[in-house]
């Protein structure tokens, strides 16, 4: 069965510090790969998303993340962190053989300190 | 580009009443749509897949007859959650895909549901 596991259900990072919120997939096609990030109350934002090619991804608000299919991870990391990227991450798998359904992770809540 | 507008942001209705919510893609066509349903402090379950001009096909252990997805244009698809109970008080998101097949999800601000 599909699912995608994200360890960390809370991390505290220091402003300015560096990021790292980890992604694991289990599934058996190949993926699609997103991450997604969400204000309390809101809907949810795309951050970056990988299909193909160049495995290092940029996206929105200067994060990046790195495919791995040795390790089935999709990490998400900044950085420098900013008090305004204090939300909820998820990450999300589809594949095209599963009809292009997407399957979230629990979710990890970024806590900015300053 | 690629914005889904989620209509209304916040409802309170009574048990025994239903529910209209809208999801639109305001700017692309989007021949499918999904809605997710949030619980506090977990991820998005996927409920259903709206289709344009046909049946919703809906996750196992959701309820068609309780929540009621019409998708009638490109541009529209409407949950409607009947005879809401509290227990269907909830967050509920809706997505659109982007115009190809691969595109990423888009998706609306989503709806507090309060059933009192």
Redesign the interface.
């Known amino acids: 069965a599909q699912s995608v596991t994200q360890p960390d259900i809370h991390i505290t990072v220091s402003e300015g510090a560096s990021l790292e919120l980890r992604c694991n997939y289990s599934y058996g096609a190949t993926p699609?790969l997103?991450w997604?990030v969400q204000s309390p109350?809101?809907?949810?934002?795309?951050l970056l998303?990988y299909?193909s090619g160049d495995t290092l991804v940029q996206g929105i608000k200067g994060f990046e993340a790195e495919f791995k299919r040795s390790q089935s991870s999709f990490n998400l990391r900044k950085p420098s962190v900013h008090w305004s990227d204090a939300a909820e991450y998820?990450c999300?798998v589809g594949a095209?053989e599963y009809?292009?359904?997407?399957?979230?992770?629990?979710?990890t809540i970024l806590r900015v300190k300053s | 580009g690629a914005v889904?507008s989620?209509h209304p942001s916040r409802v309170i209705c009574k048990s025994g009443t239903s529910v209209k919510i809208e999801c639109r893609s305001l700017d692309f066509q989007a021949t499918?749509m999904?809605w997710y349903r949030q619980f506090p402090k977990?991820?998005?379950m996927?409920m259903a897949?709206s289709n344009e001009g046909s049946k919703a096909t809906y996750e196992q252990g959701v309820e068609k007859d309780k929540f009621l997805i019409n998708h009638a244009s490109l541009t529209l698809s409407t949950l409607t959650v009947t005879s809401a109970h509290p227990e269907d008080s909830s967050?509920y998101?809706c997505?659109a895909?982007g115009p190809s097949?691969?595109s990423?999800?888009?998706?609306?601000?989503?709806t507090?549901l309060t059933v009192t």
Request: charged share 10%.
């Open positions: 699609y997103f997604y109350g809101q809907g949810l934002q795309l998303k299909f998820f999300a095209r009809g292009n359904k997407l399957v979230f992770g629990a979710g | 889904v989620q499918t999904f977990q991820s998005l996927l897949t967050f998101i997505s895909r097949g691969t990423p999800l888009h998706f609306g601000n989503g507090r």
